[in-house]
C-alpha cells in the first residue's frame, strides 16, 4: 500500500552558493537527458528544452535537485510534487513529478 507524505522543508542558500546550486543542477538536467515541450499549443510536435531554461535560477536548482534525488530514489521514494517560493516572489511556483514527464511536458 502506497503512503503520501506531505512534507515542508526550508531551505537557506547564501547568495555566493547559488550559482553552484544552478550549475549542479542544470548539469544533472543534462545527464539525465533533459525534457520537451510542445513546439505551441496546437502541435504534436517537441523541442528539446535547454539546461538554462529547466533551470533558470537558484529556485529552480533547488526544486531540480530535491525533485531528482537519487538517495531518495535509491531509497524507494518517488518525489511526486516540489514546490517553492521565495520572499522575493509573490507566487508559489511548482513542478510536479520534478517538471518531467512521460511525453511532452512544459517546464
Given at each position: 500500500?502506497?503512503?503520501i507524505y506531505?512534507i515542508g522543508i526550508e531551505?537557506?542558500?547564501e547568495?555566493?552558493?547559488?550559482?553552484?546550486?544552478i550549475?549542479?543542477?542544470?548539469?544533472?538536467?543534462r545527464?539525465?537527458g533533459?525534457?520537451?515541450?510542445?513546439i505551441?499549443?496546437?502541435?504534436?510536435?517537441?523541442?528539446?528544452?535547454s539546461?538554462?531554461?529547466?533551470v533558470?535560477d537558484?529556485i529552480g536548482a533547488?526544486?531540480?535537485?530535491?525533485a531528482?534525488?537519487?538517495?531518495?530514489?535509491?531509497?524507494g521514494?518517488h518525489?511526486?510534487?516540489v514546490?517553492c517560493?521565495?520572499e522575493?516572489?509573490?507566487e508559489?511556483?511548482?513542478?510536479?513529478?520534478?517538471?518531467?514527464?512521460?511525453?511532452c511536458?512544459?517546464p
Amino acid at each position: 500500500m502506497k503512503k503520501i507524505y506531505e512534507i515542508g522543508i526550508e531551505v537557506e542558500v547564501e547568495e555566493v552558493d547559488e550559482q553552484r546550486a544552478i550549475r549542479a543542477a542544470r548539469d544533472h538536467y543534462r545527464a539525465s537527458g533533459g525534457a520537451e515541450e510542445p513546439i505551441d499549443d496546437n502541435s504534436d510536435l517537441c523541442r528539446g528544452v535547454s539546461p538554462e531554461e529547466f533551470v533558470p535560477d537558484a529556485i529552480g536548482a533547488i526544486m531540480e535537485l530535491i525533485a531528482d534525488n537519487d538517495l531518495l530514489e535509491g531509497a524507494g521514494i518517488h518525489v511526486v510534487e516540489v514546490s517553492c517560493q521565495s520572499e522575493d516572489l509573490s507566487e508559489t511556483l511548482s513542478a510536479s513529478d520534478g517538471g518531467k514527464d512521460a511525453g511532452c511536458v512544459a517546464p
